[in-house]
């Protein structure tokens, strides 16, 4: 008996699959078009209306309330600063009222609410916030506190109230959002889990289709291609079955005898690699060991060279005070070139010798105040700032781990570089701050004086340059390079900030102490509650300023310390946010 020849053939058998394939496929596409758009219509109002809404809502209760903050500190203090917040909150509402106004378009219950906002907030300026500000200027305190009463309270909370409920409502809007969203989701999965149906059936139906004519021959060159995979890269690779295969099979024999060659060519590669690295490995360690010996080197040239250049300078100077006005002017001044040689060999040795030691005589990191160290800086450079009439100032410092000496040196070298450089027509000014940055605390000594340029900027830092002579600022030029290596020491970085208007502005980090890094973390996670009775009890401490922290709320309070004139003593006012001068001795 004689087997018939199909009746369709491979390609037509493929053909009739693939079209019905394609209907089914079609018709599902076009659905999830559909979903889909209708899906990233809802997920549009969820994040680009709703979410900007309700981060625009809460921003507008924080601006009302440093409104209300700010017009009760004024008629405390009397002090215009104090009203810079609620200026600066009128002008930010009605930002955020049109930007508000141009999202909230969709939704007709939220645009009355705000509505209901804009006039209870209005009412309240009018009726409460101009007339105590007017009362306070004409006058005074009493004017202006006797206008604030439970009944001008109450009139804010009613605002405090109708926000919440705004917010209430754009919550609301968003979830039922977010539900639409979860519901489109779920069509769009149903649809895509049905056409993955139809693809496997119709994969199916094709296997079995193809397994005497295409599967067979194609296994039987895949078990060769197999063996050459598995290492036997010079095994032959002949096809068998139509033309097409043994085309391919020839394809893939010339492929095969490519990638041998190519793997020589990388086995040969690898070797020069690993010889290559075997060389850079040695460098380094040989680099390793030049640094070692060069900071050895160092330590024990400027050790030893003490001795003899003392006894250098000291004669120098012994001849200058024996014979001087017994030689000619030129013999004297001779002498004084020595004396003044000597002397300043002296103090380049005794920097390097402390360059050196940064890191190699170690007493172990500890917990340092930097309040401490600055007011230990501050008794260190007494002398110099009365010479240059120096205001010394610093604001409330964090605790963080180091070594107490290096850290002292460190404040101290650049207080003093800021005295030095220091403007001839004014008498200089120096502050001291810091502020958390992520977790690294941002420590800057900021002056008035003649500042640096921006190409100069990386320069000053390097060992032993200097941007001017001698003789118009004495110095060895080392100074900034001990301040980069105690820094570096420490695991930070030091920099200048060029973008400053008047004077230098020196910057460099230190890790924070994890415990401060968390506590910023929970007091920004508290801010953005927007805890409406938080906001009001800070408001009142602070008298309407912007409530500082510690170290642990990513924020240093301020603090000055003026430099001491004969006799002073006691505190200096400070300012409505409440800050403390003290006197620096």
Not at 174 to 194: C, M, P, W
Not at 393 to 409: A, C, D, V
């Amino acid at each position: 008996m004689t087997a018939k020849p199909p009746s369709w053939t491979l390609r037509r058998r493929v053909g009739a699959l693939l079209a019905v394939v394609s209907v089914l496929l079609g018709a599902s596409v076009i659905v999830e078009i559909a979903v889909a758009a209708k899906n990233r219509a809802q997920i549009h109002a969820v994040l680009d209306r709703t979410g900007p809404l309700r981060a625009q809502s809460q921003e507008l209760l924080s601006v009302l309330v440093d409104q209300e903050t700010a017009v009760r500190g004024y008629a405390v203090t009397e002090d215009r600063r104090d009203l810079e917040p609620y200026v600066e909150g009128s002008r930010r509402e009605q930002q955020l009222y049109r930007s508000m106004d141009a999202l909230i378009g969709g939704y007709p219950a939220l645009a009355r609410q705000l509505d209901t906002v804009k006039v209870e907030a209005a009412d309240w300026q009018a009726a409460v916030a101009e007339p105590v500000i007017s009362a306070t200027e004409r006058g005074g305190r009493a004017a202006g506190q006797a206008l604030i009463t439970d009944q001008t309270r109450q009139r804010f909370d009613a605002i405090r109230a109708s926000v919440a409920e705004l917010q209430q409502r754009i919550l609301d809007e968003r979830e039922k959002g977010a539900d639409d969203i979860y519901r489109t989701s779920s069509i769009l999965v149903v649809l895509l889990i049905a056409a993955a149906l139809v693809v496997v059936v119709a994969g199916g139906v094709l296997l079995m289709s193809l397994d005497r004519m295409v599967v067979r021959p194609l296994t039987r060159l895949a078990e060769q291609v197999r063996e050459v995979a598995e290492g036997d890269y010079q095994h032959h690779i002949a096809g068998s079955g139509p033309p097409e295969f043994q085309q391919l099979a020839g394809d893939v024999d010339a492929m095969r005898q490519k990638i041998a060659k190519d793997l020589a060519e990388v086995r040969e590669a690898r070797a020069s690699i690993e010889w290559v690295n075997s060389q850079l490995q040695k460098q380094a360690e040989e680099l390793v060991r030049s640094n070692r010996d060069l900071e050895q080197f160092a330590y024990v040239a400027s050790h030893d060279l003490q001795e003899p250049l003392r006894k250098v300078a000291s004669f120098c100077q012994l001849l200058q005070r024996r014979y001087a006005g017994q030689l000619d002017d030129r013999a004297d001044q001779y002498i004084a070139f020595a004396v003044d040689g000597a002397q300043r060999m002296q103090r380049l040795i005794n920097d390097l010798l402390a360059f050196s030691r940064i890191g190699r005589l170690t007493t172990g990191f500890t917990e340092v105040d930097l309040n401490k160290v600055m007011d230990d800086v501050a008794g260190q450079t007494e002398s110099a700032r009365q010479y240059a009439g120096a205001e010394l100032t610093w604001g409330e410092l964090p605790t963080i781990r180091g070594e107490e000496p290096l850290l002292t040196n460190l404040l101290a070298n650049l207080v003093s570089n800021s005295i030095k450089f220091r403007r001839p027509d004014s008498p200089p000014k120096v502050h001291v701050s810091a502020r958390l940055v992520d977790d690294e605390w941002e420590i800057s000594c900021q002056d008035n004086g003649i500042g640096i340029e921006p190409e100069f900027a990386d320069k000053i830092f390097v060992i032993f340059q200097r941007l001017h002579s001698k003789d118009a600022y004495p110095g060895t030029g080392i100074g900034l390079a001990i301040v980069k290596k105690i820094v570096e020491y420490h695991g930070g970085r030091v920099w200048v900030d060029t973008d400053t208007a008047e004077g230098t502005a020196i910057r460099f980090s230190l890790p924070a102490l994890p415990e401060d890094v968390e506590a910023a973390r929970a007091a920004t996670q508290r801010a953005a509650e927007g805890s409406a009775d938080e906001a009001t009890d800070a408001g009142e401490s602070t008298g309407g300023a912007e409530p500082a922290g510690n170290g642990a709320a990513g924020a240093a309070l301020p603090r000055q310390a003026g430099p001491r004139a004969e006799g002073a003593d006691g505190a200096q006012e400070g300012d409505s946010t409440g800050d403390v001068k003290e006197t620096v001795r």
